[in-house]
């Protein structure tokens, strides 16, 4: 049974470029939430999508965007990256509404310079 | 104020301390509370729940103070193996009907020889 899996695992980019982050679920799980942590910081909430569409946001820019897929599988894209979109991007999958289900997977690493 | 505090530390401590962590929510509506692990570079997994009644694990024991609005992680006899950092997670209530896990920034726990 896969847990998570995210791709890729490391990625370094120019500022103003743009990125797409991709994340596969757990089996059975059809909710996927992304978060952003930054080097000593807890991971931040960007977005979580679940039946295709976007259920909820935190305090990110328009700049972040996603997309999730019939498959469950989502899509993370940042555009015109500045040097503080540097950090680690996890995505989590869990099933709808419940509390305790949720497994992240291992994570980007983006490195904007 | 922030949603979750906690101290990043570090504590030092040897083998076979007994250490504990607090952390601090500011939303009184608050309906679950977990200990999340993260060891350097990897991605946060679930350690715990945290109940009213209080949970332990093993070394493990945490402990919910509502009228507080505290939470804390026991950690018996440590050993090596527990260096990580633990991440305070609270989920409010909600409206919407999703439920959003916030992430405390982790207390870094180092134990030594």
């Known amino acids: 049974d896969a847990g998570v899996t995210q791709s890729p695992t490391h990625l370094i980019k120019t500022r103003g470029q743009q990125v797409t982050l991709r994340c596969s679920p757990k089996?059975?799980?059809?909710?996927v939430s992304w978060y952003q942590q930054a080097l000593g910081q807890g991971p931040q909430f960007i977005f979580q999508?679940?039946?295709?569409?976007?259920?909820q946001r935190g305090n990110f820019p328009d700049r972040f965007s996603g997309h999730q897929f019939p498959n469950y599988s989502s899509e993370l894209n940042v555009n015109a990256l500045l040097l503080g979109d540097s950090a680690l991007y996890l995505c989590?999958?869990?099933?709808?509404?419940?509390?305790?289900?949720?497994?992240f997977g291992s994570g980007t690493r983006l490195t904007v310079v | 104020r922030k949603e979750v505090e906690q101290d990043p530390g570090p504590f030092n401590v040897p083998e076979g301390a007994t250490v504990a962590f607090n952390c601090t929510y500011s939303n009184s509506a608050s309906q679950s509370f977990f200990w999340y692990r993260q060891d350097c570079r990897k991605e946060p997994k679930l350690l715990m729940s945290?109940?009213?009644s209080g949970n332990e694990d093993g070394r493990f024991t945490a402990q919910l103070n509502r009228a507080s609005q505290y939470i804390s992680l026991l950690i018996r006899d440590s050993k090596l193996s527990d260096s990580a950092t633990y991440l305070c997670v609270v989920i409010p209530s909600s409206s919407g009907g999703s439920y959003i896990p916030t992430f405390g920034r982790g207390t870094s726990l180092i134990v030594h020889p």
């Open positions: 999508y679940y039946e295709e569409e976007e259920r």
């Open positions: 989590a999958s869990s099933l709808s509404r419940d509390n305790y289900g949720y497994t």
């Open positions: 945290v109940y009213s």
């Open positions: 089996s059975g799980h059809d909710t």
